[in-house]
């Protein structure tokens, strides 16, 4: 007797979350207005080759040189420090809000649990805000001050890296943990001991992602006024300086 293959359903859970997913797109497309206007102005065209032909002679004058020079050293500083900071915070609170910390160091508290999804669900409340807005708000409070630009960064960044490293924390390896941890070695020790070294590149990798991110962040928040190449690059655009904006481009990559 021959068994028949039953024929698969038209609608299963995948092909559902694959409808829901282009009916957002679509909804989401709507809601920016993308098909209520013209997609593209003829009229731009003439500046968008002016401003792509300026590319091919940015400003290379002794004096403007050193005023982009000095603008790329203060975003790099921003940057460098945001990160240290961010890193810092980060550390801390990637350790604190990671669920290996809890079941390792505090296996007997009867809200470690608790406590534990608590303080992740605090960090998502700076992650959840931009540092452009975070730096308008320090800009209200302190004014044309470069601690500005790199609590701006630190603040979000230490959420973000915080989130990173507790997972990534969480996803490495136990085995040696354990081993330490039944040889008699104290929960905290046998956590810097074993945890942390394997981890370490996978934890220096992001870091330097960090950096990178920084570097454009920094960029940004030049332009409310924390000064670097964000600052001149908004100057140039205004008086369109193609040439000089290029430049800063090209610094910037």
């Not at 790199?150 to 136990?174: C, H, M, N």
Request: aromatic share 14%.
């Amino acid at each position: 007797m021959v068994k028949q293959l039953s024929r698969p359903p038209l609608l299963d859970l995948l092909r559902l979350w694959g409808l829901l997913f282009f009916v957002a797109i679509a909804l989401s497309a709507y809601q920016a207005g993308i098909f209520q206007q013209d997609l593209f102005n003829p009229g731009g065209f003439p500046l968008l080759w002016r401003f792509l032909r300026a590319s091919w002679h940015p400003e290379i004058s002794p004096e403007f040189l050193r005023l982009t020079l000095n603008a790329t050293l203060t975003t790099l500083a921003y940057a460098a420090c945001g990160t240290f900071l961010s890193i810092l915070l980060g550390m801390v609170g990637g350790i604190l809000t990671s669920q290996v910390w809890w079941l390792t160091v505090f296996p007997h508290w009867p809200m470690h649990h608790s406590i534990w999804l608590a303080m992740r669900g605090l960090l998502a409340f700076p992650r959840a805000i931009h540092e452009m807005i975070w730096g308008i708000f320090f800009l209200n409070i302190w004014g044309l001050d470069p601690l500005v630009a790199i609590i701006a960064i630190a603040i979000p960044y230490g959420a973000i890296v915080a989130k990173v490293f507790s997972e990534i924390l969480d996803e490495t390896p136990r085995e040696p943990l354990m081993a330490l941890l039944n040889s008699g070695v104290s929960p905290l020790t046998a956590l810097l001991y074993s945890l942390i070294p394997q981890a370490f590149f996978n934890l220096l990798s992001y870091s330097v992602y960090r950096f990178d991110c920084a570097i454009r962040s920094a960029t940004v928040l030049g332009i409310i006024g924390a000064g670097g190449l964000g600052d001149q690059m908004f100057l140039s655009l205004q008086s369109l300086r193609y040439e000089q904006l290029w430049t800063f481009f090209y610094v910037l990559v």
